[in-house]
């Protein structure tokens, strides 16, 4: 029997610790190392978190470290057997952490799914850019890339990234039209485009609805037709969430292939971005950029509106990628 290659994967987020086992706020930073764990043996290193996250990571092999000392430490401590390295996304610690491992000799892998300079700049300003830039210079060039848009880098691999299985195609249930129903999956902060959305959406001179997923269910809001929907670890949950809606808002400033679009589409539902990321579009039918205004906003949910069904029959037409498809990109890439 051949053993599964060993894997450690460094990530810059934070991860919380209790007698339930290990939590995080993200889906996304559970999810690459949990599907990874099929093919190989997956170790983790994170921050800890002090906030109990809404999503339990489902591995037993989970370190997490409160400094940089001590994420380098448990780093060195992982060298007593023979792996290999998976390093997610530029940060001050991963970026220490690829140095460490290049001088370790050791063997490296990058993976990038956003390009972090759009984001630095909406989290801490313009003058951050430059630094990040240089952490991402030296990252690339110690690195073998891998990411999911050539936009991030025209260095290294370029992979389609998914969450989807069989079951996100199946059992698409009819859209409800009596109403307009906008859904938000993600994070609320500012880089997410959602603040501002959510001021257009209060513009709206016809009935709508908008709901969010992703943030704390029934927190508090200024406008009764903002709903708070809670977290969905649950798949099958997250897909009846979709079924439930119309249509779906990506309002982010930066992005680099967000698995919403995807889910939307399995679902059938069309998505509204915003031109900053019209980038994601690619060939995809069913995804419509608009101005970051009012009136463009309206535009297109008019014409969405309008032309539902013929829309939804574009959408059939994609050819959108898997869960099992990108497992086995990332695994011929680490294991070759």
Request: net charge positive; hydrophobic share 40%; charged share 30%.
């Amino acid at each position: 029997m051949i053993e599964n290659t060993n894997l450690v994967i460094i990530n810059n987020e934070k991860v919380f610790k209790d007698s339930n086992g290990y939590h995080c706020e993200n889906f996304d930073l559970k999810f690459l190392p949990e599907v990874l764990s099929i093919n190989f043996n997956v170790g983790f290193i994170a921050r800890r978190a002090t906030k109990k996250g809404e999503q339990k990571i489902d591995l037993s092999n989970i370190k997490v470290a409160s400094n940089i000392l001590t994420y380098l430490y448990l780093i060195f401590r992982s060298f007593k057997k023979k792996s290999k390295y998976l390093i997610i996304s530029i940060t001050p610690y991963t970026f220490f952490s690829c140095l460490f491992l290049f001088i370790c000799r050791k063997k490296v892998y990058l993976y990038l799914r956003s390009d972090g300079h759009d984001e630095w700049k909406y989290i801490l300003g313009k003058w951050s850019v430059c630094i990040f830039h240089i952490m991402f210079k030296i990252c690339v060039s110690l690195s073998e890339v891998i990411v999911c848009n050539r936009r991030i880098s025209k260095k290294g691999h370029l992979i389609s990234i998914s969450r989807l299985d069989e079951k996100w195609f199946k059992e698409q249930k009819e859209a409800n039209l009596k109403k307009i129903k906008f859904l938000y999956v993600g994070r609320m902060s500012p880089e997410k485009g959602i603040f501002d959305f959510i001021n257009m959406f209060n513009k709206l001179d016809f009935e709508a609805e908008l709901s969010i997923a992703g943030y704390p269910k029934n927190s508090s809001t200024v406008d009764k037709r903002v709903k708070f929907l809670g977290y969905f670890s649950n798949p099958e949950l997250l897909m009846n969430v979709y079924d439930d809606h119309n249509i779906t808002i990506l309002p982010s400033y930066t992005e680099g292939y967000p698995y919403v679009i995807d889910e939307s589409l399995s679902r059938r539902r069309p998505v509204i971005i915003f031109d900053e990321i019209s980038y994601v579009k690619n060939d995809k039918k069913g995804i419509f950029v608009a101005k970051r205004n009012y009136i463009s906003l309206k535009e297109k949910v008019d014409y969405i509106w309008k032309n539902y069904t013929k829309i939804q029959k574009e959408i059939d037409e994609n050819k959108l990628p898997t869960k099992k498809s990108m497992i086995r990109q990332i695994s011929n890439i680490i294991k070759n």
